[in-house]
């Protein structure tokens, strides 16, 4: 059974959302997976100044927890085009991982949120995608069999790159049922081929 591990950063609670989604479709295709978040570098008061979503159930990972799963999952907010400083810092950290090897054939995928259509969201999944390659992992974007991607009916993020959200000037739009169902997806493609590889 594949273990998947969804790593985020969420500000607002849009990426929160999509990790759970996509922890629910590795489910599915009978993984195990687990939740986590990266530490918060704002201090608690400039985080409640700044509106961001303080009760967030998810335990607080550690560099070290990288290497204990098969596929890895990250998601953040874009910060003008690339990952937020919180999820940056934190990948920083793996330079002791990467040196031994440890994360190394192992499944990775990235997930975005950002506040307008054409705002940085392929960008910021491809920051993330960068430091999977880096780590020497496999990656696995939401391809086209999930065709909820390409509707013209409805504002939707998702790209071939991963799952993503639009959140709004003032992160008033929650994710849409199309975006959850698009996370799900890619939470499933990535469970079935880390199972595939470490099966």
Do not use: C
């Not at 303080?54 to 799963?69: K, N, R, T």
């Not at 920083?92 to 040196?99: I, R, V």
């Not at 054939?105 to 960068?130: D, M, N, P, R, Y």
């Amino acid at each position: 059974m594949a273990k998947i591990l969804v790593l985020y950063h969420s500000s607002y609670g849009h990426i929160e959302k999509l990790a759970h989604e996509i922890a629910a479709g590795a489910r599915e295709a009978g993984a195990t997976a687990d939740v986590k978040r990266v530490p918060e570098l704002l201090s608690p008061e400039a985080a409640k100044a700044a509106n961001y979503k303080q009760d967030q159930s998810a335990p607080v990972a550690i560099i070290d927890d990288l290497a204990e799963y098969d596929a890895i999952v990250i998601g953040t907010g874009t910060r003008f085009g690339r990952m937020s400083s919180q999820m940056a810092s934190f990948l920083d950290q793996a330079g002791g991982l990467w040196a031994k090897g440890a994360l190394q054939g192992k499944v990775g995928g990235a997930f975005a949120s950002s506040a307008t259509q054409h705002g940085g969201q392929e960008t910021t999944l491809f920051t993330i995608i960068t430091n999977l390659l880096h780590f020497g992992m496999t990656v696995v974007g939401l391809n086209y069999g999930f065709a909820g991607q390409m509707t013209l009916d409805e504002i939707t993020g998702g790209a071939p790159y991963g799952a993503t959200t639009i959140a709004g000037l003032n992160a008033e739009r929650q994710p849409s049922d199309n975006e959850l169902s698009g996370a799900r997806y890619q939470g499933r493609a990535i469970a079935e081929t880390a199972a595939k590889l470490h099966g």
